[in-house]
């Protein structure tokens, strides 16, 4: 069959929403974007770690500790499911972390900023992984079968990151004026690059059209944000906290706020590595990698023995 053929039947099963599976025919473009993005993905849920790692030892109270270690664990796992469904495109799992700690593989922006105070942990849940939340129940219905199949677990489990954060900012925003003020320094830091999460606009975006006429995204970069937006500003007023831009109003005629514009430069320059966080996120991984060394060396031991075991098992069989 010619490929104009094939990429004509390709296209008419993403139409009917019939997902792609690994063993199915795709073009070359489809997989190379989908292990870009999916990859892309799973280092943002390793590295997304980091910053609240650093916080599991000095959380203000024991359930708080066991609440923020479950989740860090969470997003560990994220990755690993991520991890396996590129590798069902034909991506090698070493490959795809090398392409990290060289810098050469991008993740989230957001996770290059700093977390400065414990309300910074609940400005994550609340609003970075709620931003995600956005993003990843589209991804429920991505038209390749293995992302779409991960992502339902992982929307399940970010869903109760979001209302962990949310919780913490509202256990804040109720305390002393102190309290109150570390809740807003938080959400003043974290609001913009929040916003930052979902792309460029969809003008300037490389893959955006692409990825929607096959179905891999199911909404906008903008769409998306201005979903984020209309969804926590309530939340914020709720709690008694005040959204850092001026230019916020909701928008009768549209049935949506309107907001500032974010500054893409800064956007653009932590996305090229010259983030405050940046360079320590990835040296920080690196560390983890080389002093896991050992242990991946053990299990592939382990397992190569464990083969030649069967192996020669079946040879004495066999005779």
Not at 32 to 40: C, T, V
Not at 79 to 84: A, T, V
Not at 230 to 251: F, H, R
Not at 287 to 299: F, L, P
């Amino acid at each position: 069959m010619q490929t104009h053929d094939l990429e004509k039947r390709f296209q008419e099963k993403i139409d009917a929403e019939i997902k792609i599976e690994p063993k199915d025919w795709m073009p070359d473009a489809y997989r190379k974007n989908l292990i870009r993005q999916i990859s892309q993905h799973a280092h943002s849920e390793v590295v997304g770690m980091l910053p609240e790692g650093n916080w599991i030892t000095r959380a203000p109270s024991l359930r708080r500790k066991l609440i923020l270690m479950a989740k860090v664990q969470d997003e560990a796992g994220h990755g690993l499911y991520l991890y396996s469904a590129a590798e069902t495109l034909g991506a090698s799992r070493d490959d795809l972390v090398m392409d990290l700690l060289n810098g050469k593989a991008k993740y989230s922006s957001i996770f290059n900023y700093p977390t400065l105070t414990w309300a910074d942990i609940g400005a994550i849940g609340w609003l970075v992984d709620g931003a995600a939340i956005m993003n990843q129940v589209m991804l429920t219905r991505t038209s390749y079968g293995p992302y779409a199949r991960a992502m339902v677990r992982i929307c399940k489990e970010e869903s109760f990151h979001q209302r962990q954060g949310y919780e913490i900012m509202l256990t804040l925003a109720k305390g002393s004026p102190e309290q109150k003020a570390m809740a807003q320094d938080a959400l003043d830091r974290w609001w913009w690059p929040s916003l930052m999460m979902f792309g460029p606009h969809d003008s300037e975006s490389t893959h955006s059209e692409q990825s929607m006429k096959w179905k891999i995204k199911r909404k906008s970069n903008d769409e998306l944000r201005q979903a984020f937006v209309d969804a926590t500003v309530p939340q914020a007023e709720l709690i008694g906290l005040k959204v850092p831009d001026p230019d916020l109003k909701w928008n009768e005629e549209r049935g949506h706020y309107d907001f500032g514009e974010i500054n893409w430069d800064e956007f653009w320059n932590v996305v090229k590595g010259h983030g405050p966080c940046n360079k320590q996120r990835l040296d920080t991984r690196r560390k983890a990698w080389e002093d896991g060394a050992w242990v991946r060396e053990a299990a592939m031991a382990y397992a190569e023995k464990k083969a030649a075991r069967r192996l020669q098992q079946s040879g004495e069989e066999a005779a």
